[in-house]
């Protein structure tokens, strides 16, 4: 199949990108890398009037460290992180988390906000940096706004962006040299999307610990009674009692326990 008629346009900067799509009436849509917009267009699952091109934008693949953050812009490639082309701010987990998204070819086309924004449940930006506490920068027409990544990741496919909006980046708190995570993804093959992520940060030095769940269907999740068991190992059938608890059903999930027992357990391996 190929997909439905619409008009290109290249955008010139950030401000450009948002006039063209505010313009659109609310048919126009961002491509970044768009290896997940063009086979959905081309799938018809997506028919945008115009296609707003973002990845001439300069601005947009910025990444910078300060004190307390890690700046990263949306047009930031897997590639970049995953070749530490970028700063990190996060003891590896960036570039460990890049390296596990699909194969090469895709790495080097697809954004980390393009991930985000597009917002597939079972894919790795999302749960991995909700675990870190990150936020995003959108900017639309009446300007700029922050929003926590559990505030932006709605639901399945579903964020908070507006159609007239543009994610413009990422934030990432910095983790303390002595702080640790986990990551344990579980696909059919390595780089397939997951079937179920675990994904752990323990920093104790800021006080965090964040146990975040992915590839459930909907949008990851916190989960807070496995962030309390974060200080030692936890065995699948507490991870699955926990899961119960937030009303997954311990057989049909018996996956995303293991992967909670597995990330929560990883972070004591040195
Ligand atoms: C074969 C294959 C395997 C894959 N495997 C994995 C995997 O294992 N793990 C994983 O996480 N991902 C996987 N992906 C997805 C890949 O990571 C994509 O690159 C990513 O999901 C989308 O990034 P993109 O830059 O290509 O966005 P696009 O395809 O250009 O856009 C995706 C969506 O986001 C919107 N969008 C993009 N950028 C912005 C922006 N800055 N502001 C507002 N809206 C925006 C677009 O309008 C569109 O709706 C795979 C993709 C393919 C093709």
Redesign the pocket.
């Known amino acids: 199949m190929k997909a439905a008629r619409f008009d290109y346009a290249l955008a010139s900067g950030i401000a450009d990108a948002v006039a063209l799509l505010d313009g659109a009436g609310g048919l126009g849509?961002?491509?970044?890398?768009?290896?997940?917009?063009?086979?959905m267009m081309n799938l018809r699952l997506?028919q945008p009037s115009l296609v707003v091109d973002?990845a001439g934008i300069r601005e947009m693949r910025r990444a910078e460290l300060s004190n307390g953050e890690l700046y990263l812009g949306?047009g930031v490639t897997?590639a970049m992180i995953e070749d530490r082309k970028t700063p990190d701010a996060t003891n590896g987990m960036l570039p460990f988390v890049a390296s596990g998204?699909?194969y090469r070819g895709?790495r080097n086309?697809?954004?980390i906000?393009?991930?985000l924004?597009?917002a597939?449940p079972a894919?790795?930006?999302p749960t991995a940096l909700l675990a870190l506490g990150a936020s995003i920068d959108a900017v639309g027409p009446k300007g700029a706004r922050t929003l926590s990544l559990e505030a932006f990741l709605v639901g399945a496919y579903t964020t908070a962006?507006e159609s007239n909006e543009?994610?413009t980046g990422v934030r990432v708190p910095r983790l303390s040299p002595k702080a640790r995570w986990s990551y344990y993804k579980v696909a059919r093959k390595t780089?397939?999307?997951a079937h179920t992520i675990g994904a752990a940060v323990l920093d104790p030095e800021r006080g965090v610990r964040r146990v975040v769940l992915g590839g459930t269907g909907r949008a990851p999740m916190l989960v807070e009674g496995a962030a309390r068991r974060l200080d030692r190992p936890l065995g699948i059938a507490d991870a699955a009692a926990i899961l119960n608890s937030a009303g997954f059903d311990p057989v049909e999930h018996h996956l995303h326990a293991t992967a909670l027992s597995r990330a929560i357990t990883r972070i004591h391996t040195p």
Do not use: C, K, N, Y
């Open positions: 849509r961002v491509m970044a890398g768009g290896q997940s917009l063009i086979p997506a973002i949306a897997h998204i699909a895709v086309r697809g954004t906000g393009g991930s924004a597009h597939d894919a790795d930006w962006l543009v994610l780089g397939e999307f």
